[in-house]
């Protein structure tokens, strides 16, 4: 019974919050799809693909895959601060969905 008069009390909030928490939501997941579609389009555009050399340095990378040592870095890091510079559809895409995550 004490839940009824919760809600009977601010009827209106509850259905602000449920609102905007629906709204953050379907805007991280908008966020998301643009990634994705980014990504897409940047994979499937040889034009939009990095002509510039790898910045990991080769000496020693391919003894350490091949002997099961533990490389750093050789994935990425997609919380670097160093990739959140570009102009790109994904950095953009990427940007957007970071605020819409903190948003919720």
Known sequence: ?????????????????????????????????????????????????????SATPDNGIANSILGNGHTEGLNGDVSDPSHDMGGSALDEARLRYKSSVNSL
């Open 1 to 53: 019974m004490e839940d009824d008069g919760i809600e009977s009390e601010n009827p209106t909030s509850v259905k602000e919050l449920a609102a905007e928490g629906r709204k953050h939501i379907e805007d991280t997941v908008d966020a998301a799809f643009q990634i994705l579609s980014a990504t897409n389009d940047e994979l499937c555009d040889p034009a939009l693909w990095s002509t510039t050399a």
